[in-house]
């Protein structure tokens, strides 16, 4: 069994902890991620440059954890793919929250892709036992705004995973938390977001993706730039003799319950959380109170 606590380190530091002690680090599962994810990052960085809109001066980091702080108080490691903002930090209220915010078309690194600023961590197996959880506090001050379509609102965390026998993206979502805008009226009279609903964008097959991928379930309404509790818990574990991939979520109190599709095709699982996607105008997300933790089961 392996726990550990993900905190800011390099591919390269991790790498070398590994060789010195390789009974303290988290599963090798996190060195294939970001290898994959990483690995031509600096070869095309140069080329990157400037090929996002909203940029603004500074943000264009030309490596997804170059817009991160020396020691930023939340956990994780950074995937930042906006040129719009770097990771910065606020007090509200005594406490310490970090911003991760996002503007459409704001993707400098060359891809098609939505922009994020997301962190990530290790993942955990599919041994029966073996979980990734992550507890935090949000606030929400903007989501995504597209007007006239379906496409309103921003991902505010994941969960992620691979299966065996393809099918889909090659590091595919199994669940995102969407919130979307909820339009009331400021002091002023302005037309203005003032809550949110969050929703749990769930697969309905491994690798599904879009409407006919994917089904949306609401989960609850949340206060804009209201402190709400967050907890998400990913594993597998034997269930009246039958394996079960499950991605478990408490927000505000409330407990939400779900078991994956197709447990048996799971190989991992993984947590992410941010800001990703913004399909119109902007996104502010802030994340406080942040806690990571792993554990690995040995097959037996």
Request: hydrophobic share 25%; proline share 2%; net charge positive.
């Amino acid at each position: 069994m392996s726990k550990f606590n993900y905190r800011h380190l390099s591919v390269a530091a991790v790498m070398a902890l590994g060789t010195l002690v390789s009974c303290q680090i988290e599963d090798a599962s996190l060195e294939d991620n970001i290898n994959s994810e990483n690995a031509i990052e600096s070869d095309l960085a140069s080329k990157r440059q400037g090929r996002g809109k909203n940029c603004k001066r500074g943000a264009s980091n030309s490596s997804r954890s170059g817009g991160d702080m020396r020691r930023p108080i939340n956990h994780g490691r950074m995937d930042d793919r906006t040129c719009y903002a770097n990771y910065t930090e606020s007090k509200v209220g005594g406490k310490t929250f970090g911003d991760y915010r996002i503007a459409v078309g704001s993707n400098h690194m060359g891809s098609k892709l939505q922009p994020r600023m997301e962190r990530t961590f290790s993942r955990a197996n599919s041994n029966n036992g073996s979980y990734v959880e992550f507890k935090g506090t949000f606030r929400i001050l903007e989501v995504g705004d597209a007007s006239g379509t379906k496409s309103d609102g921003t991902y505010i965390a994941q969960v992620k995973g691979k299966h065996t026998k393809g099918g889909g993206p090659k590091d595919p979502a199994i669940c995102l938390f969407l919130a979307k805008p909820v339009y009331g009226k400021d002091k002023k009279g302005k037309r203005t977001q003032v809550s949110f609903n969050i929703y749990r964008e769930q697969i309905k097959t491994r690798g599904g993706s879009g409407s006919s991928g994917r089904k949306i379930v609401f989960l609850k309404n949340v206060k804009k730039g209201v402190e709400t509790s967050f907890e998400v818990k990913a594993g597998f574990k034997l269930e009246k003799g039958k394996k079960v991939h499950y991605a478990n979520t408490k927000i505000g109190g409330t407990n939400f319950s779900w078991n994956i599709p197709q447990p048996e095709r799971g190989r991992e699982s993984g947590i992410r959380y941010g800001a990703y996607r913004v399909k119109g105008g902007k996104a502010h997300i802030q994340w406080g109170d942040t806690r990571f933790n792993l554990v690995n089961k040995s097959r037996r």
